[in-house]
């Protein structure tokens, strides 16, 4: 079962901010997110697991609503490098095969 | 500690012909999956494992095989190429409670 993103794109100037919205219809482990630039392999950003444990890079935060199974990515302060395709991966909390699975993914361009 | 590595890194194919895309990884991690991702697209799961011994589909399985014989190693196989299957690929190893480690992806054309 894939997450559903949103938005699909966003543009931003230097220095704004961006929320990442991820959701599921069934119940959540973990979300993970990844940012991926053109031609390269995903680069891990954050995990967030059940019972509120999570790890990832110092400038990232996200947020993980178990109850809603949710989860949201917030990009302060953007910069440039920040410009790429992010994607949030889900593994669900039921059936023992636990794979993880990504959403369609959210473009962001970030302009000088 | 290398990670996962993929190999090749660039194949093209001929319509109808076989090929496996070799994907190891050296941190005993237990789930290993491929991925597939076309243009502007996002990450469709192919088939993934939870142990050596042990695969199942994910979300586009047609016209591909794995095996898992060792935690090492996830070969995945093309049994007969189709151009619908030029995309990129990615494989993948993670613990059930880590993110998950990508290789460096094989981007195959098949003509």
């Known amino acids: 079962q894939q997450p559903v993103q949103s938005p699909q794109a966003v543009i931003l100037r230097e220095g704004e901010d961006a929320v990442i919205n991820c959701s599921s219809s069934k119940a959540l482990y973990s979300v993970h997110w990844y940012r991926q630039k053109h031609g390269e392999a995903p680069v891990f950003l954050m995990i967030?697991?059940?019972?509120?444990e999570q790890k990832g890079h110092e400038k990232i935060s996200a947020s993980f609503n178990e109850k809603k199974q949710q989860s949201s990515l917030y990009l302060t302060a953007s910069q440039l490098s920040y410009s790429g395709t992010y994607f949030c991966?889900?593994?669900?909390?039921?059936?023992?095969?636990?794979?993880?699975?990504f959403g369609s993914g959210t473009q962001l361009t970030v302009l000088p | 500690n290398a990670g996962v590595t993929q190999t090749p890194k660039f194949q093209v194919l001929k319509t109808g012909q076989s090929m496996t895309l070799q994907c190891a990884q050296d941190?005993?991690?237990?789930?290993m999956s491929w991925y597939r991702q076309d243009p502007g697209m996002g990450l469709r799961l192919i088939h993934y494992s939870v142990g050596a011994g042990i695969t199942d589909q994910g979300e586009v399985p047609n016209g591909y095989n794995v095996s898992r014989s060792t935690t090492e190693d996830f070969p995945l196989r093309l049994l007969s190429a189709a151009p619908s299957q030029t995309s990129v690929y990615f494989c993948?190893?993670?613990?059930?409670?880590?993110?998950?480690?990508f290789g460096q992806g094989t981007r195959l054309t098949v003509v």
């Open positions: 993948a190893s993670k613990r059930l409670t880590t993110e998950a480690f």
């Open positions: 967030l697991l059940k019972g509120g």
């Open positions: 991966g889900t593994v669900l909390s039921s059936g023992s095969a636990r794979q993880l699975t």
């Open positions: 941190m005993n991690h237990e789930y």
